[in-house]
């Protein structure tokens, strides 16, 4: 069996497989009873919620494939908070939004689709349009002269920080009822826009050596989650990481390892835990697991990460194995 026909069996045995939670359970918004429950697209579930000038949307599950999802619209501007938990939101002007940032924008009372990518997907929207969106700006004025800066509508994103996440968990665990859900929802917002002000602020004055700091750590953060995709490159970091290439391999510069020495001591670990627990799977197939040229080629590299050769340690591996099948029995 070829790697391509064992990787679409594994992703048909996955997608088989029944979810053991509802989705819809674990959403942040499902506890306010006002909220509008839908499905956009098979695997994804949306919760929307209007209170006076005040909107809230999530939306959670897995895109299928592209995914365009219409924000509700007013009879004037909402300035929104998109905070990104997980994949990535493309808006029309092609800004994107990923994982772990939060970012704020403005939309005019017309249509305004978002694209979400082919992905685990949960993302949370606060909008403020009237009275509290004009009141909000006056309390902010760093706010609101980034928007008066800038011609497209959408801020720089940041880090969602450990503030915000304790802000809408607390949000989420209150009991929020008819009277209370308004004033209670308002406070939240109002606290996670200060903090992104704070941060948007706070970034705009970093250095050239924190910005690269900052840009080594999350690309660790990728390479860990991706290293098992093929094609994973320095563009194809650097552009989900929203950074440009040169800027990625200047933040790797003084390390003990650049990027590429990364990804290859990632799978190669990745190999070594197949080779002890995966005997069915022969060197050959680990190989291309891993995205090496050949069998030699993993060889040659394995050996000089661990040195040993991936067959002595698949040997050391074997008694393990013999040892679960036995518990097993």
């Known amino acids: 069996m070829s790697q391509k026909e064992r990787s679409l069996l594994w992703k048909q045995?996955?997608?088989?497989?029944?979810?053991?939670?509802?989705?819809?359970?674990?959403?942040?918004?499902?506890?306010?009873?006002?909220?509008?429950?839908?499905s956009p697209a098979e695997g994804m579930h949306m919760i929307e919620s209007q209170m006076e000038d005040i909107t809230i949307l999530e939306i959670k599950g897995k895109a299928p494939?592209?995914?365009?999802?219409?924000?509700?619209?007013r009879s004037n501007e909402i300035l929104w908070l998109c905070i990104q938990l997980h994949g990535k939101t493309v808006f029309p002007n092609g800004v994107s939004s990923y994982a772990d940032k939060v970012l704020s924008f403005i939309t005019n009372p017309s249509s305004y689709s978002l694209t979400l990518a082919e992905d685990r997907q949960w993302v949370l929207f606060f909008g403020l349009s009237g009275t509290s969106r004009l009141?909000?700006?006056?309390?902010?004025p760093s706010l609101r002269q980034a928007y008066e800066k800038q011609q497209k509508n959408i801020l720089q994103a940041v880090s969602i920080s450990y503030l915000e996440r304790q802000i809408i968990e607390g949000l989420c665990k209150k009991a929020l009822g008819p009277f209370n859900a308004l004033y209670q929802t308002g406070v939240a917002i109002g606290k996670l826009f200060d903090n992104y002000t704070f941060q948007l602020t706070k970034a705009r004055a970093l250095s050239t050596e924190e910005l690269l700091i900052q840009t080594y750590h999350r690309a660790l953060a990728y390479v860990q989650e991706h290293y098992l995709s093929e094609g994973l490159t320095r563009d194809k970091i650097a552009e989900e990481l929203g950074v440009s290439p040169r800027n990625l391999t200047r933040a790797f510069e003084g390390r003990d390892k650049g990027l590429k020495a990364t990804i290859l001591i990632a799978r190669l670990y990745k190999g070594r835990e197949l080779l002890q627990?995966?005997?069915a799977l022969s060197i050959e197939e680990i190989?291309?697991?891993?995205?090496?040229?050949?069998?030699?080629?993993?060889?040659?590299?394995?050996?000089?990460?661990?040195?040993?050769s991936p067959r002595e340690d698949r040997k050391e591996g074997m008694p393990l194995i013999k040892?679960?099948?036995?518990k097993k029995r």
């Open 13 to 38: 045995v996955l997608s088989a497989r029944p979810d053991p939670r509802d989705i819809r359970n674990t959403m942040h918004l499902s506890v306010f009873s006002q909220g509008g429950m839908s």
């Open 65 to 73: 494939h592209l995914q365009a999802v219409a924000l509700p619209l």
């Open 135 to 140: 009141q909000l700006l006056a309390e902010l």
């Open 277 to 279: 627990t995966q005997h």
């Open 287 to 308: 190989s291309r697991m891993l995205h090496f040229w050949d069998s030699k080629h993993f060889a040659v590299q394995y050996k000089k990460c661990f040195h040993r």
């Open 323 to 326: 040892k679960l099948i036995d």
